[in-house]
Structures are given as structure tokens and as C-alpha cells.
């Protein structure tokens, strides 16, 4: 197994995050996730939680 650091360039997907070149969850991200993931169970539209984001304010990553 290998147990070295890779030294990526590319953007973490939303959720995480690169620390010393490891891939690790961004903890405010992952409560982002969870909070969508829960608002879309509920039957929220895509719309709607593009609204609730903002409201929370929450944008894009930049």
C-alpha cells in the first residue's frame, strides 16, 4: 500500500479539501452536503436549495 503524499494539482471536489497534499473532507462543506442531502429527501427542488444556500449564505466554490 502507498502510505506517500501525491502532490496534485487539481481542485478538491466540494466536500473536500487538500491538506499536505492529501484528499481529507472539509467538515463545513460535508454539513453542507448533508443539510442538501436532507432538504432534496424532503422534496425540495434544485431551485429551492439553491435558495436556501443563499439565504444561509452559501455560494458557489470559487
Not at 1 to 16: C, D, H, Q, V, W
Not at 33 to 56: C, P, V
Request: no cysteine; proline share 2%.
Amino acid at each position: 500500500m502507498r502510505t506517500e503524499s501525491l502532490n496534485i494539482k487539481s481542485r478538491a471536489p466540494f466536500g473536500y479539501e487538500w491538506v499536505d497534499g492529501v484528499l481529507t473532507h472539509n467538515e463545513i462543506e460535508q454539513e453542507i452536503i448533508s443539510l442538501l442531502a436532507e432538504l432534496k429527501e424532503a422534496g425540495s427542488t434544485y431551485a429551492q436549495l439553491g435558495d436556501e444556500l443563499a439565504k444561509l449564505g452559501y455560494f458557489t466554490k470559487a
